[in-house]
C-alpha cells in the first residue's frame, strides 16, 4: 500500500474539508492531527449547531412553556432519541446525559454500586483500564469493602481469558474498555457479556475509544451499562453518554439531587422522576447535546462501518510503516485484527515528550505520558508512550509524514 491508497468509497479530502481546523497551518506547515484518542476534531455542522441553538433559540429545557424553550426541549429530546438509535437502545428513556464518560462511571460506580454492593463483593476489571474505569471502583471499595479483581494481558496486549469462569465467582460487576486508548486492543465483549451473566454478575463497558470509532449496539453485546463521550465523536466537549438497562436505571437511587430529578419536594423529603430525568439533576448542557445529535447523523452518514474500515487500512499501512523506523517499539497487537487506530510506542531511549515536542515541530500533533493508564504503562514497564491515534479524517500521507518525523526525530536525538 502506497500514500495514495484507495479508500473504498470515502472521499478523504471532501470529508476533510468538513473540518475547518484541519486546514490550519501549524508550525509553518500542514496540521496532521493524530490526537482523536484525546479528543476529535469537530466539522463544520457541529460547530453550526452550536451557534444556531445560541442564535435562534437558546432557551432553558423542561421548564418554560413559551415557544423558545419548548423548540430547545424538542431538540434537546431528539437529540436523545438519535443517541439511542445510534447504539441500538430499546428506548431513548434508556440513554441519561451527563458531561463525559468519567461522570458515566461515577454514576454507576455511586449509584449502582453503593446499593448493591457488600464487604467481599468482587469487581473485575482489567489491568488496560483507564483511570477513569478504575479509581472510581477503587472508591467504591474503600466505601463498601468490596474487593477489585484484575484480567491480565498477554504479551501482545490481549486479556487472558483462559481462567476467565474461575474469575467470575462471587463477580457482581464486570467493568471493562471496549477499546484500549493505548494498546488499541479491542476486547470480545459480547463473549464476556455472555460470561459475565452466566455467573450472575452485570458488565459496564468503557466505550470511551469504541463507540466513536465502530458500530456498537448495546442489544448485540447484550451488556447492561455503556459509558461514552461526546469529544471523542466529533461533538463538542461537556456532553456524555451513560446507557443502561431501563430496568437497572429505574432500580438504581439518583447521584446528584436538585431541579429537574424530582417529582415532588417538600420541606424534609422528595420523590424523584421517572429515569432519565432521575439523574439529570440540575440544567443539563443543553447546546452540546443538540449537536451531539448532529454529530451522530454525520457519523451515520458517512458510516461507522466505513469509518471502522477506514481506521483499520490505515492501522495497517502505520504498522508496516513504522516497523522500517529503527529503534521503534509499538506496545499492543502488531496486527490489525481486532484492534483499533491507537498506536502507542517509544523510540528507543528518546523521552516521550521530546519525540511530541520533535513531532509536533513538524506540524503533527500527538500525546506523550501515561495516557491516564498508569498501571498499564507499570504493566508493560515504561513510565510513558508517545501515541499516534487515528479518527476518519486521518490519511496514509500524515502516516509517511509521522515516519519520517519520527526518522528525524532518531538522528536528532540518537
Ligand atoms: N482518554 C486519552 O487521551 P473523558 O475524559 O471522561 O471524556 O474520557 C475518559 C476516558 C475513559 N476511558 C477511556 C478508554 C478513555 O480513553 C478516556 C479518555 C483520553 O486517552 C483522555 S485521558
Same mark, same amino acid.
Request: aromatic share 8%; hydrophobic share 45%; charged share 20%.
Given at each position: 500500500?502506497?500514500?495514495?491508497m484507495?479508500?473504498?468509497?470515502?472521499?478523504?479530502?471532501?470529508?476533510?474539508?468538513? %473540518?475547518?481546523?484541519?486546514?490550519q497551518?501549524?508550525?509553518?506547515?500542514?496540521?496532521?492531527?493524530l490526537?482523536?484518542?484525546?479528543?476529535?476534531?469537530?466539522?463544520?455542522?457541529?460547530?453550526?449547531?452550536?451557534?444556531?441553538?445560541?442564535?435562534?433559540?437558546? =432557551?432553558?429545557?423542561h421548564?418554560?412553556?413559551?415557544?423558545?424553550?419548548?423548540?430547545?426541549?424538542?431538540?434537546?429530546?431528539?437529540? !436523545?432519541?438519535?443517541?439511542?438509535?445510534?447504539?441500538?437502545?430499546?428506548?431513548q428513556r434508556?440513554?441519561?446525559f451527563? !458531561?463525559?464518560?468519567?461522570? =458515566?462511571?461515577?454514576?454507576?460506580?455511586?449509584?449502582?454500586?453503593?446499593?448493591?454492593?457488600?464487604e467481599g463483593? !468482587?469487581?473485575?476489571?482489567?489491568?488496560?483500564?483507564h +483511570?477513569?474505569?478504575l479509581?472510581?471502583?477503587?472508591?467504591?471499595?474503600?466505601?463498601?469493602?468490596?474487593?477489585?479483581?484484575?484480567?491480565s494481558?498477554?504479551?501482545?496486549?490481549?486479556l487472558?481469558?483462559?481462567?476467565?469462569?474461575?474469575?467470575?465467582?462471587?463477580?457482581?460487576l464486570?467493568?471493562?474498555?471496549?477499546?484500549?486508548?493505548?494498546?488499541?486492543?479491542i476486547?470480545?465483549?459480547?463473549e464476556?457479556?455472555?460470561?459475565?451473566?452466566?455467573?450472575?454478575?452485570?458488565?459496564?463497558?468503557?466505550?470511551?475509544?469504541?463507540?466513536?470509532?465502530?458500530?456498537?449496539?448495546?442489544?448485540?453485546?447484550?451488556?447492561? %451499562?455503556? /459509558?461514552?463521550?461526546? +469529544?471523542?465523536m466529533?461533538?463538542?466537549t461537556?456532553?456524555?453518554?451513560?446507557?443502561g438497562?431501563?430496568?437497572?436505571?429505574?432500580?438504581?437511587?439518583?447521584?446528584?439531587?436538585?431541579?429537574?430529578?424530582?417529582?415532588?419536594?417538600?420541606? +424534609?423529603?422528595?420523590s424523584?422522576a421517572?429515569?432519565?430525568?432521575r439523574?439529570?439533576?440540575?440544567?443539563p448542557?443543553? =447546546?452540546e447535546?443538540? /449537536?451531539l445529535?448532529?454529530?451522530?447523523?454525520?457519523?451515520?452518514?458517512?458510516?461507522?462501518? !466505513?469509518?471502522?474500515?477506514?481506521e483499520?487500512?490505515?492501522?495497517?499501512?502505520?504498522?508496516?510503516?513504522?516497523?522500517?523506523?529503527?529503534?521503534?517499539?509499538i506496545?499492543?497487537?502488531?496486527?490489525?485484527e481486532?484492534?483499533?487506530?491507537?498506536?502507542?510506542?517509544?523510540?528507543?531511549?528518546?523521552?516521550p +515528550?521530546?519525540?511530541? /515536542?520533535?513531532?509536533?515541530?513538524e506540524?503533527i500533533?500527538?500525546?506523550?505520558?501515561?495516557?491516564?493508564?498508569?498501571?498499564?504503562h507499570?504493566h508493560?514497564?515504561?513510565?510513558?508512550?508517545?501515541?499516534?491515534?487515528?479518527?476518519?479524517?486521518?490519511?496514509?500521507?500524515?502516516?509517511?509524514?509521522?515516519?519520517?518525523?519520527?526518522?528525524?526525530?532518531?538522528?536528532?536525538?540518537?
Amino acid at each position: 500500500m502506497t500514500s495514495s491508497m484507495t479508500l473504498d468509497q470515502f472521499d478523504i479530502l471532501a470529508l476533510r474539508r468538513e %473540518f475547518p481546523i484541519l486546514s490550519q497551518p501549524m508550525n509553518g506547515k500542514t496540521l496532521a492531527f493524530l490526537d482523536s484518542a484525546a479528543s476529535s476534531q469537530k466539522p463544520r455542522r457541529v460547530i453550526d449547531c452550536l451557534e444556531d441553538y445560541y442564535r435562534r433559540y437558546n =432557551a432553558n429545557v423542561h421548564r418554560g412553556v413559551y415557544r423558545l424553550s419548548e423548540e430547545a426541549t424538542f431538540a434537546f429530546e431528539r437529540a !436523545r432519541g438519535k443517541v439511542a438509535r445510534f447504539i441500538n437502545a430499546r428506548s431513548q428513556r434508556e440513554v441519561v446525559f451527563v !458531561r463525559n464518560t468519567t461522570e =458515566a462511571i461515577n454514576l454507576v460506580a455511586r449509584s449502582w454500586g453503593d446499593v448493591n454492593l457488600r464487604e467481599g463483593d !468482587r469487581i473485575l476489571l482489567s489491568v488496560m483500564e483507564h +483511570h477513569s474505569n478504575l479509581v472510581p471502583w477503587q472508591m467504591l471499595a474503600q466505601r463498601t469493602g468490596a474487593k477489585l479483581e484484575f484480567l491480565s494481558l498477554d504479551g501482545e496486549g490481549r486479556l487472558v481469558l483462559d481462567h476467565l469462569d474461575a474469575q467470575l465467582q462471587g463477580v457482581r460487576l464486570v467493568a471493562l474498555t471496549q477499546q484500549s486508548n493505548v494498546l488499541g486492543t479491542i476486547n470480545p465483549v459480547a463473549e464476556i457479556a455472555r460470561r459475565a451473566h452466566a455467573a450472575g454478575a452485570l458488565i459496564l463497558v468503557d466505550g470511551a475509544q469504541s463507540v466513536p470509532h465502530m458500530p456498537v449496539d448495546v442489544q448485540a453485546l447484550d451488556i447492561d %451499562f455503556l /459509558a461514552f463521550s461526546g +469529544h471523542k465523536m466529533c461533538a463538542p466537549t461537556g456532553i456524555g453518554v451513560l446507557w443502561g438497562r431501563r430496568a437497572l436505571l429505574e432500580q438504581m437511587p439518583p447521584f446528584l439531587g436538585g431541579g429537574s430529578m424530582i417529582k415532588v419536594v417538600s420541606l +424534609h423529603e422528595s420523590s424523584y422522576a421517572d429515569v432519565p430525568a432521575r439523574f439529570e439533576a440540575g440544567t443539563p448542557a443543553i =447546546a452540546e447535546a443538540i /449537536a451531539l445529535g448532529e454529530a451522530v447523523d454525520f457519523l451515520q452518514e458517512v458510516g461507522m462501518a !466505513r469509518i471502522y474500515a477506514h481506521e483499520r487500512e490505515l492501522l495497517g499501512y502505520a504498522i508496516d510503516r513504522l516497523a522500517g523506523v529503527e529503534g521503534l517499539t509499538i506496545y499492543g497487537p502488531q496486527t490489525t485484527e481486532m484492534r483499533g487506530g491507537a498506536l502507542s510506542f517509544t523510540l528507543e531511549d528518546v523521552h516521550p +515528550h521530546d519525540v511530541a /515536542a520533535a513531532l509536533d515541530s513538524e506540524g503533527i500533533a500527538v500525546r506523550a505520558g501515561h495516557h491516564c493508564t498508569q498501571p498499564l504503562h507499570a504493566h508493560l514497564n515504561v513510565p510513558a508512550t508517545t501515541r499516534a491515534s487515528f479518527y476518519l479524517y486521518n490519511t496514509a500521507e500524515e502516516v509517511d509524514r509521522l515516519v519520517a518525523a519520527l526518522d528525524k526525530a532518531r538522528n536528532l536525538f540518537g
